[in-house]
């Protein structure tokens, strides 16, 4: 070949190489955003459900709104027609954002607090293991330290909160019967589908308002960041034509008198004395004198002190403490016996032949440090279930208090069992990991016993996925095997302890007026 | 020091650097029309102390992550002026404390094609000015988001030029280059975005951060003897993550300064040996890895 044909076919051969290779390395992602939906069902007798704190929604007050033909209204329609005449992109972007749903939109904002706030304390040049103060909540390590326990108790209150604040909104909403702007005047341009819900008080500023006291509570390096979130999602309201200054403003006011009084269960609830180290050494003795030879020691170095060992002494939702103690399963097998050599030899089997859908299994459940932990992440499944079944805001909160409150029965329950029995983990024996350890004792399995809470109430309120839910509870609780730090009886027994907890939630929800 | 960073086992994350690319895939030698060499070479490669950002630090829970790899590299003169290299290495890395398991298997594949674009006389040296694009893609789904992993996945492209003189023995080699990064999918879903991460979405994909290499190679070439010093710098042109709890592995920003010696011994006619040692100077999300290899080189 002559050198210039020669150069052309470099050239070519090299730009042909460099669009393929382009093409391949591309850094674009896209996403589905999630965007908003008129409800399938408003759910107009939602004023009349059960709900978990309140002991009606007379115990809270909303002012009686002025009527729409009054001037006051008319001078809100004016003030917000202005406002969302004409939107910038950023305002856009935040009326599509929030439009998806307010309950949706908190428990992702709360979901992404516990990630940020899941990690575990370094250890001081003594070897020790700070902890975290939660009146200096932004200081190393920072409080709280969001772990799996900790945000199944912070989910469940935000649920639970926005539940009974929706509840005790709807009814005033029925009893006002006041329109939504643009169903009182069509000049007034909306950005999201209107349903005939009425407006007063707005649905979004309660479950903003509700949402934040707790939060600010759980998470109180975070008050700007959730202020921002509450006016961000306030002003969507008015950017969108939703809702005129009074709707907001009362419902900011229920659900901040909501959320009061969810936090007064909440500083009661046993929580502050979870942490109480000074225990543990009477909790191995009580185990070893049921006959539990090896005890759980930490797999850290230097040696951690377990997680939260008194969190099985924290108030539950759906049960009371004595079915608690009837719900802890029997003694795990005792190493030496024949069933213990079998489990274990299942995890050497498993680690000498790890498949790489094992490991990815593993790795998809892990939800360990720097996740929204396994409750976080039943959270969502349970969030976007209710969104794709076009849910109203009270049925979705509904949802996610059934499957909150359950995830955090679950977390004690399990907690309870765990530092009952003091059992060791496979890595006692040898085993390596492809997840990290867990600090705290094997029996039970935590993600076992939290998926088949969750995936049971699921089930029950999407009977069409039942099948689906509990497959996932199987698979997480797989994970725990594949990744080499539970034994079969850990995740078989934290499956059926599970499932008896969220039928606990279920018989709560059947009776909850809501006609499931 | 020990752990002053917010850190705990789980957290510990390395992007494991290729072994095979630890000084470049490409130098300043022609191969030369229809010539070709085979090399098979084993590396071994181990650090205590990793940068978490561009702080170093030990970690009690890992100890000792040491890699060894087994390379095969190839080269062949599709002119006299346009070559082809291809390398495929199987690696294994393990850590010696703590209790993350050993990861292992093969790791990218990756090939390139050098041209000698001009050829200058200067006396009786000569100066090349050469152009090379590679192009490297995961052999098999291995594990990348995990503190023991052997790669981070991405397709990668690579871009680079190279200035190279060689007066009688001696020659002095520098190269730049751009390596383009593609998005990879975790395991896992991602739960929440450092400001740095490069994708916004809550999902399992992102992206891996574009680096910049330059690598200064001189030494003495002769027929019976090579031997050259080096010095290779990469940096991330993307901000990128740094080594945290939660954040995807891959999306660290990734960068070191790293210095070796590489010698070539022929033994008979059409083969030889090759030796190497390599430490490092500084890095950021990286190990502060030492390097040793050795191997068999084939000419045909």
């Not at chain 2, 680079?160 to 280059?177: I, M, P």
Request: glycine share 8%.
């Amino acid at each position: 070949m002559k050198p210039t044909y020669r150069t052309l076919v470099v050239i070519s051969l090299a730009l042909g190489l460099v669009s393929t290779g382009l093409i391949s390395c591309d850094k674009t992602i896209e996403e589905p955003q999630r965007v908003g939906y008129a409800p399938a069902d408003v759910d107009a007798s939602a004023g009349t459900w059960k709900t978990y704190i309140l002991t009606s929604p007379a115990s809270v007050t909303v002012a009686s709104p002025s009527a729409t033909s009054s001037a006051d209204y008319q001078a809100e329609l004016t003030e917000l027609r202005s406002k969302s005449t004409s939107l910038t992109p950023e305002q856009q972007e935040a009326v599509v954002y929030w439009g998806a749903g307010a309950v949706y939109r908190w428990n992702e904002i709360a979901r992404e607090l516990a990630a940020r706030y899941n990690v575990p304390p370094a250890s001081n040049a003594d070897g020790k293991y700070p902890i975290p103060d939660a009146a200096n909540p932004l200081a190393d390590p920072k409080f709280p330290f969001a772990n799996p326990p900790y945000t199944a108790r912070a989910l469940a209150y935000m649920s639970v909160a926005q539940y009974d604040a929706l509840v005790a909104a709807w009814n005033y909403k029925y009893a006002f019967k006041r329109l939504a702007p643009s169903k009182v005047d069509a000049t007034i341009r909306v950005a999201l589908p209107v349903s005939a819900l009425p407006a007063y008080p707005s649905e979004d500023a309660v479950v903003a308002a509700a949402s934040a006291v707790v939060l600010k509570a759980m998470f109180p390096g975070e008050v700007a960041f959730i202020d921002a979130k509450v006016a961000e999602h306030r002003n969507s309201r008015q950017w969108a034509g939703m809702n005129v200054t009074s709707d907001l403003t009362a419902g900011a006011d229920l659900g901040m008198q909501v959320g009061a009084k969810v936090m007064a269960r909440a500083r009661a609830d046993g929580m502050s004395t979870s942490n109480n180290q000074t225990l543990t050494a009477g909790m191995i003795e009580a185990a070893k004198s049921r006959g539990q030879a090896d005890i759980w020691l930490s797999q850290e170095s230097p040696a951690r002190p377990p997680m939260l060992p008194n969190y099985g002494a924290v108030s539950t939702w759906n049960f009371d403490r004595a079915t608690l103690v009837k719900l802890r399963p029997g003694p795990a097998p005792q190493p030496g016996t024949e069933q213990f050599i079998k489990e274990l030899d299942e995890l050497k089997a498993i680690q000498k032949n790890q498949t790489r859908e094992q490991a990815r299994i593993a790795n998809y459940w892990a939800d360990g440090a720097g996740s929204y932990t396994p409750p976080g992440h039943w959270h969502r499944t349970a969030a976007d279930a209710a969104h794709e079944a076009k849910f109203s805001e009270v049925r979705m909160a509904r949802t996610l208090a059934l499957v909150g409150t359950t995830l955090q029965d679950a977390s004690v329950c399990c907690w309870e069992t765990k530092f009952y029995y003091y059992t060791p983990r496979p890595q006692q024996f040898g085993l390596k990991t492809s997840v990290g350890v867990p600090n705290f004792p094997s029996y039970a399995s935590g993600h076992s016993t939290f998926s088949a809470a969750a995936a049971i109430v699921l089930g029950t309120v999407f009977p069409n996925r039942a099948d689906e839910f509990w497959a996932k509870a199987v698979e997480a609780s797989d994970s725990r095997m594949y990744g080499l730090i539970h034994f079969r009886s850990d995740c078989s027994v934290g499956l059926e302890c599970g499932k008896k907890i969220g039928s606990y939630a279920v018989l709560r929800g059947k009776a909850d007026g809501s006609g499931l | 020091m020990r752990l002053t960073l917010p850190i705990a086992v789980f957290l510990l994350s390395f992007f494991v650097n290729s072994p095979t690319h630890a000084q470049g895939l490409v130098d300043g030698f022609m191969r030369g029309q229809r010539k070709a060499s085979l090399a098979v070479s084993y590396s071994q490669e181990s650090y205590d102390s990793y940068y978490t950002g561009k702080t170093e630090i030990r970690n009690p829970n890992l100890g000792t992550v040491f890699t060894q790899s087994l390379n095969l590299y190839g080269t062949y003169g599709l002119g006299y002026d346009l070559d082809l290299i291809v390398s495929a290495p199987y690696v294994r890395t393990e850590a010696s404390a703590g209790y993350w398991q050993k990861q292992e298997g093969f790791q990218d594949l990756s090939a390139a094609l050098r041209w000698e674009a001009f050829d200058y006389k200067i006396g009786s040296a000569r100066l090349s000015w050469l152009f090379a694009v590679g192009y490297s893609l995961p052999l098999q789904n291995y594990v990348i988001d995990a503190p023991v992993a052997i790669g981070h996945g991405s397709r990668n492209l690579d871009g680079r030029t190279l200035l190279h003189f060689k007066s009688g023995a001696f020659f002095l080699t520098g190269q730049l280059g751009y390596i383009r990064r593609g998005q990879v999918t975790l395991d896992r879903v991602v739960n929440y975005y450092d400001p740095d991460n490069l994708n916004p979405n809550s999902s399992s994909t992102v992206n891996v951060p574009d680096v910049i290499d330059a690598v200064i190679r001189g030494g003495v070439a002769t027929k019976h003897f090579y031997i050259d010093g080096w010095v290779q710098q990469q940096r991330p042109y993307n901000k990128g993550t740094d080594i945290a709890p939660g954040i995807p592995f891959p999306t660290n920003a990734i960068g070191f300064t790293r210095t070796g010696i590489s010698v070539y011994l022929p033994l008979i006619k059409k083969f030889g040996l090759n030796g190497g040692y390599s430490t490092t100077l500084n890095g950021q999300n990286s190990g502060k890895a030492t390097r040793l290899s050795g191997g068999i080189v084939i000419g045909i």
